[in-house]
């Protein structure tokens, strides 16, 4: 099969089986093959669904023309903390041995739109850092340099799509896991408003930080994969307000002249960013003067949302480590978490809620004045593959701390907020900023990320594999 059909992403896969072009079981055929030739190197899947994914796509090619959904006979992966019918939602770890028996409502949505499921991808056990170094399943390995870490927690995910081996992989982002692992791979990665994506059957990941979405290669399929996922349902805590366009329709248009502000310095304290990402930021400033937009600098004054997050993040380590089906198989990063959060109390988290509704209250002030803020999307390069493998929390945490400095206030407030490829630096590895909006305005987001990307695109350079 031709290479080009790889990284052709959701929107031309889909079109290639419509037109018949290529039939969905030769697709995912072809897929399979993919994954079996390349992710030895890279470690993006923990597990591959072959005899399932040929019988569904060979379903979805005896299907009527009149009852196939946008996503029809496309293949895409799923993080390992997602329910997926019939495997074990391991959550990156060993502690769970028993498979699901249903989907999560948004593998149901998936596959209710045509998609066909292939594997699941690697991640950090619950998550825990905005790596993707597992004790249980491996280290994931950066496509354009193996020595390097594709970030996570989504890392498998975004490797799965950066190689081709999927033209999408559903992440979750709880404090940058889409966004890292999008910028470390050259992916377009946005994490939608708190409460856009059902997270049935479970009432909410990590309280009011966790969101869950796809990374993709382009603005148009990441859009495509949202309006077929997003909604709420009755049983999740959390409900966004309902967006003013789809959002296939937003990636499709032109935005018209919007105010953007842009900063460099981090949330967090003591982080400086690598001159390459200042760099990244002024020059797609100047990028986006040249397509019309009032850009200026803006210091948005950071309020402080260190503690709101890790009560949050202590007391989902807490909670989730204490569901699993072996305890004793839990990982000793993982055991040592649990122990600190054990101050952590229901009543302790639902003030750490409120706390970060003020938090948001004073961080949503920048868009007052300014339709979208421009930051850096991570503050280093991406550091080696395992820099954090086998590494206590303390430890994990603080080398941890720069890469997720621009993406952990955002879910403490709950705005979308987008990682947008920009090119390369010398490094030979991916360039991206961060486009953060309004409350529930992932829409203005698309559009500019979709003029971004018809200004300087990027999905045309592929990693030499």
Known sequence: MDEDIFFAGVVGQAEAVRTGQVGSRELVAATLERIQRYDGRLNAFTVVLHDAALAEAAERDAAPADTRGPLHGVPVAIKEEVDVAGTVTTFGGRANVTPATADSEVVRRLRAAGAVVVGKTNMPEFGQVPLTDSGAHGITRNPWDPTRSPGGSSGGSAVAVATGMVPVAIGGDGGGSIRVPASSCGLFGLKPQRGRVSDAPYQHPWWALGTTGPVTRSVLDSALVYDVIRGALPTDRFRA??????????????????????????????????????????????????????????????????????????GAIRREAALVERPDLLERRTR???????????????????????????????????????????????????????????????????????AALWNVTGNPAASVPVGFARDGLPLAVQLVGRTDDEPTILSVAAQLEEAQPWAVRRPAL
Not at 341 to 354: D, F, K, L, N, S
């Open 241 to 314: 307000g309902e967006p003013r366009t789809s959002f296939v329709e937003a990636a499709r248009s032109e935005p018209g002249p919007l105010r953007i502000g842009w900063w460099t310095k981090a949330p967090a304290p003591g982080v400086r960013p690598d001159p390459e990402h200042v760099r990244a930021v002024t020059d797609t400033a100047g990028v986006l003067a040249g397509l019309g937009h009032h850009v200026e600098e803006v210091d948005p004054e950071y309020p402080d949302g260190t503690a709101p997050f890790f009560v949050q993040y202590l």
């Open 336 to 406: 040592e978490t649990a122990r600190l959060g054990a101050w952590v109390r229901p009543g302790t988290v639902e003030w750490a809620m409120r706390q970060g509704e003020k938090v948001s209250a004073k961080a949503n002030r920048v868009f007052d004045r300014f339709d979208l803020l421009l930051t850096p999307a991570v503050a280093h390069r991406p550091p080696v593959a395992g820099y954090v493998q086998g590494l206590g929390t303390v430890r994990s945490l603080l080398r941890s701390l720069p890469v997720s400095a621009y």
